[in-house]
C-alpha cells in the first residue's frame, strides 16, 4: 500500500490469492481514500465491499494489525 500525506494513492497484491475482481473492487474503495475516514479496516472495507470472503476478512484484520487507524478526538 502506498500511502502519500495520509491518502492511498496505490495498492499491489503480491501473492495474495486474492482474485482479480477482488483486488480491483479493493483499490476502487480504497484508492485516494483519506486513513482519517476509514476508523477500522475490517469494518469499513465489509461496509463497501460486494465480494466479502475468507481471503479480504483475512487482509482486513491484518491491515487493522499492521496499519491501525488512531481514533480521532472527540470536538
Not at 486513513?35 to 469499513?44: N, S, V
Request: aromatic share 6%; hydrophobic share 35%; net charge negative.
Amino acid at each position: 500500500m502506498n500511502v502519500r500525506h495520509g491518502i492511498i494513492k496505490g495498492l499491489d497484491f503480491k501473492d495474495s490469492g486474492m482474485s482479480i475482481e477482488a483486488q480491483e473492487e479493493l483499490r476502487g474503495v480504497l484508492v485516494e481514500q483519506k486513513l482519517q475516514d476509514i476508523r477500522g479496516w475490517e469494518h469499513y472495507l465489509r461496509e463497501r465491499l460486494e465480494l466479502w470472503d475468507e481471503r479480504l476478512a483475512t487482509f482486513a484484520r491484518r491491515l487493522d494489525e499492521v496499519m491501525p487507524i488512531p481514533e480521532q478526538p472527540k470536538s
